[in-house]
């Protein structure tokens, strides 16, 4: 009887290779989670189930590798390899100071491994966070102008978003003129930068800028201060908010930039009610064509200049409009009171319906 060498071959092959191995590498984890916690960093992720050509995986085939990314320095660090659960907690073993991690997951299985670009957990800030004063400029010296002076996290969530910091720009005005846009500091002999976001004009997008944590622990009256250039008629706005120390984002102003003439302005905020925490604060750009005004100009959003000092004499802030839906009251040294009695000098706190708060000085 002659015999079938080619079914006799592939039926070896199949011998050698058992149905349930992947032929591509697996996709790569998804819902990669990071939560400080007292032991350390717990990770969480979910199971993954598919190959990149879309085919089924079992996941218990599937094991992980997990690394530790300094995001100041991009500087990877393998932390666990070959663990087949999808949780980590990362101990943080000789890990000191104020820091900034995430963490990558990588997923292998014998067809190969997932994505090196892809399987990032958020951002964590560890440690107490920098002293007082905060003094960002945006102007030490990088490899090609101008870099911030703290540590900051920038983001984008797609679309054609640019955010840097720059020495230079330039705006087109309602009344079709240009202004270009120099850092507040500058001068003939020296360069000044800032930060500047244009969000995508064409599609729905947000622009993010966060700093490093700031200790507000020594209990003394706080204010937050930074200058935005602003000019007439535009489109956009930003907001600012404070993340406190459970991770809780908390929004101070949503301005529009605007003003009669095109040039920066100044705006105060008093940081009282987060002393005894250390706080992050983040701009935010966000831009829909879709639901912009028709009438007014793009403005690139720039901010300079921003400082977090004792005592700050904080000014009316500039917010979105709102009503008043609560009154609070605090010292000059921060401490909070029922009422001020007549002739103290006080920090006057207007909560408004719309999120953003009001504060200024005032002498009962």
Request: net charge negative; aromatic share 10%; with cysteine.
């Amino acid at each position: 009887m002659q015999k079938n060498y080619l079914t006799m071959a592939l039926a070896a092959i199949a011998v050698i290779a058992p149905a349930s191995a992947s032929a591509a590498a697996p996709m790569p984890p998804s819902n990669v989670v990071a939560t400080e916690t007292p032991d350390g960093i717990v990770l969480t992720w979910t199971a993954v189930n598919e190959n990149q050509d879309e085919e089924y995986v079992d996941p218990s085939e599937v094991v992980y590798d997990v690394f530790r990314i300094n995001a100041a320095t991009d500087e990877s660090t393998a932390v666990a390899q070959d663990i087949a659960a999808t949780t980590y907690t990362d101990p943080l073993t000789g890990i000191t100071g104020d820091n900034v991690f995430k963490w990558q997951v990588i997923a292998k299985t014998d067809g190969g491994s997932s994505s090196s670009y892809e399987g990032y957990s958020n951002e964590v800030f560890l440690g107490n966070g920098v002293s007082r004063p905060f003094i960002e400029t945006f102007n030490t010296p990088g490899d090609w102008g101008r870099q911030a002076d703290n540590f900051w996290v920038a983001a984008h969530n797609g679309g054609w978003s640019d955010f840097r910091v720059d020495m230079s720009s330039f705006a087109e005005l309602a009344d079709g003129s240009y202004a270009y846009i120099y850092g507040i500091d500058r001068t003939e002999e020296t360069q000044d930068g800032f930060v500047y976001f244009e969000p995508s004009k064409w599609s729905a997008a947000e622009a993010t800028y966060t700093s490093g944590k700031i200790s507000l622990a020594d209990g003394i009256a706080t204010g937050l201060s930074f200058h935005y250039y602003a000019a007439p008629s535009p489109k956009d706005s930003f907001s600012v908010s404070i993340i406190d120390g459970n991770n809780t984002e908390h929004l101070i102003a949503d301005i529009k930039p605007e003003a009669a003439e095109a040039g920066w302005k100044k705006a105060d905020y008093a940081l009282t009610e987060y002393i005894g925490q250390s706080i992050r604060i983040q701009f935010k750009v966000a831009y829909d064509p879709d639901n912009a005004p028709e009438e007014g100009v793009i403005l690139p959003i720039c901010i300079d200049q921003v400082t977090v000092m004792n005592n700050t004499d904080v000014s009316v802030a500039e917010t979105a409009a709102g009503s008043v839906i609560a009154t609070e009251y605090y010292t000059i040294e921060g401490i909070r009171i029922d009422s001020p009695r007549e002739g103290q000098l006080v920090i006057r706190r207007d909560i408004m319906d719309n999120g953003s708060v009001k504060t200024s000085k005032m002498l009962k």
